[in-house]
């Protein structure tokens, strides 16, 4: 199950403190902000985030199972996201979101990059500006990819927080979101009145439209689920 949550976030780790070491080195012991090089050297390593990413959705599959059916990983994960300690090392972010940070490295990598680009314009450097391009061009393949697999993490997430509004033993089959399910988003929601054939109401109904299906069912008027 580690394996399962944090996917290869060890070679992640590895990945940012060599991009860290080797730039800490150039601007502070060459003086020199080509950075291009290095980006470049490192940029069949920045293509792992795209593995990570895509096991992001089985990670939060396993963290909510083990919850639910652990009480003592549950109670531990509750009380380390509670102690003080951990919570001021990672500024009060609960798990889920802490392994939501390598997502987003390269799109800041790649924010960096065109906020150096547009510096180094504007005072005339030019000596690594064609280096310094080329890079961009890469690491814009790699966030584009790792782009495309956020937008699937974030529709299937949104199908997950869906079916967990069910109850347990009402919860669509198949599945919502997971392996072998289709992408899919929710459309429209809302709350309509069943009528019969004489015009009578019988019931209210919560109709859910997904891009691909209709969910139609009704609401618990005590527990609040569908």
């Known amino acids: 199950k580690i394996t399962k949550i944090f996917s290869n976030v060890e070679d992640i780790a590895m990945i940012n403190e060599a991009l860290y070491k080797q730039l800490n080195e150039r601007i502070r012991v060459d003086g020199s902000d080509r950075v291009g090089d290095i980006f470049l050297n490192m940029s069949f390593a920045l293509k792992l985030y795209s593995r990570y990413i895509s096991n992001f959705d089985t990670s939060r599959e396993c963290i ?13 994960l509750q009380e380390l996201e509670d102690d003080p300690e951990t919570a001021r090392r990672f500024k009060n972010n609960r798990l889920q979101s802490i392994l939501m940070t390598p997502v987003n490295q390269i799109p800041r990598f790649e924010l960096l990059l065109r906020e150096l680009h547009k510096y180094q314009s504007k005072l005339g450097e030019t000596q690594w500006m064609e ?92 527990m609040g689920k569908l």
């Not at 909510?64 to 531990?76: H, M, Y």
């Not at 956020?150 to 869906?162: D, G, N, P, V, W």
């Not at 459309?187 to 299906?213: C, F, P, W, Y």
Request: glycine content about 4%.
């Open 64 to 76: 909510t199972e083990s919850i639910e059916n652990s009480k003592g990983f549950a109670s531990w």
């Open 131 to 222: 280096e310094l391009e080329r890079c961009m061009d890469v690491v814009h393949e790699v966030a584009v990819y790792n782009n495309d697999c956020i937008r699937q993490h974030e529709s299937k997430a949104a199908m997950y927080e869906l079916e967990l509004r069910f109850k347990a033993d009402a919860r669509p089959q198949p599945p919502l979101a997971g392996a072998g399910q289709p992408l899919r988003e929710l459309v429209r929601e809302g709350a309509m009145h069943k009528i019969d054939q004489h015009g009578n109401h019988t019931r209210d109904i919560v109709l859910m439209l997904l891009t691909d299906s209709i969910l139609y069912t009704t609401r618990d008027p005590i």
